[in-house]
């Protein structure tokens, strides 16, 4: 499975709870605790993704990559999840101050196309810590991707 670079978004040192890479049993993960009341929000911008475009991405939020290098351990999760072409995993390390995505070589949308997501429509929300924003964000950005439309910032 050939896999995509994120980036990070901003610095700070590692704080404890660091988790290594998983497998995913649902397709939105909190081990961070980070979503709170708008859970409901983020999955509902996953669920209309999904029935818009038949991509199903997966996020997860946890405290650190436990050392890894974010990519690292988004595709090692990725690989564990056992996702498909039509899957997408967007990681979070919200103590960390990083994130990763990982999809198929096979997805159908280029490596600028999803760099323009992460830039346009993820990291500023992931930068103010509107971490449902980030979900909402990711999951509109995709979805107008895969239309040919223009990526919109997130509502934050």
Do not use: C, K
Not at 46 to 69: I, K, M
Not at 112 to 137: C, K, M, S, T, Y
Request: proline share 5%.
């Amino acid at each position: 499975m050939a896999l995509v670079a994120g980036a990070l978004f901003v610095l700070m040192p590692t704080a404890a709870f660091a988790e290594g890479p998983m497998r995913l049993d649902t397709q939105l993960t909190d081990e961070a605790g980070v979503l709170g009341s708008r859970q409901g929000e983020a999955q509902a911008a996953l669920d209309e993704l999904r029935n818009a475009t038949g991509l199903q991405l997966f996020v997860v939020f946890v405290h650190s990559f436990d050392g890894d290098p974010a990519q690292q351990w988004t595709d090692e999760t990725a690989s564990r999840s056992d996702l498909g072409d039509r899957d997408g995993l967007l990681a979070v390390a919200t103590r960390d101050r990083s994130y990763a995505y990982s999809f198929d070589e096979a997805f159908p949308l280029t490596d600028a196309q999803l760099a323009e997501v992460a830039r346009v429509a993820i990291e500023p929300a992931l930068a103010q810590n509107d971490w449902a924003g980030a979900v909402v964000g990711a999951s509109d950005g995709y979805a107008a991707a895969l239309a040919g439309q223009p990526i919109r910032p997130p509502r934050i």
